[in-house]
């Protein structure tokens, strides 16, 4: 069974960069989409980023694009997001789980999440 494990979020001021990290276990990531979502209060959750199992392709939110970047090191079963700018707005929860990637939304078939790493832009 898939296991993913968020962490790296934080408190960090506006303009500010943090770097996320998901970290998997129960299987190996190389043959899938991962992909990074984030779910602020009072909205739904939305995909931000996704990453092919090679890390050849990659897609981004346009709120994001620009700023964020994603990137897989399977030998370490890990992906990450370096997020730069970072905004108020980008303050939520984030949460990596296998990907589509063009749809940007969340694999139907992979339905596992970890518990998320909170994120909080804020001067």
């Known amino acids: 069974q898939l296991k993913l494990v968020e962490s790296g979020g934080g408190l960090v001021q506006p303009g500010g960069s943090l770097r996320l990290s998901c970290a998997a276990s129960g299987i190996t990531l190389d043959y899938l989409s991962i992909g990074w979502f984030r779910q602020a209060p009072g909205k739904e959750r939305e995909g931000m980023s996704c990453i092919s199992s090679s890390g050849g392709r990659t897609n981004y939110a346009d709120s994001v694009k620009g700023r964020f970047t994603i990137s897989r090191d399977n030998a370490k079963n890990t992906v990450y997001l370096q997020m730069n700018s970072l905004k108020p707005a980008d303050t939520a929860v984030y949460y990596c789980?296998?990907?589509?990637?063009?749809?940007?939304?969340?694999?139907?078939?992979?339905?596992?999440w970890g518990q998320g790493t909170q994120v909080t832009v804020s001067s």
């Open positions: 789980a296998a990907c589509l990637i063009r749809a940007l939304k969340a694999h139907p078939s992979y339905d596992y």
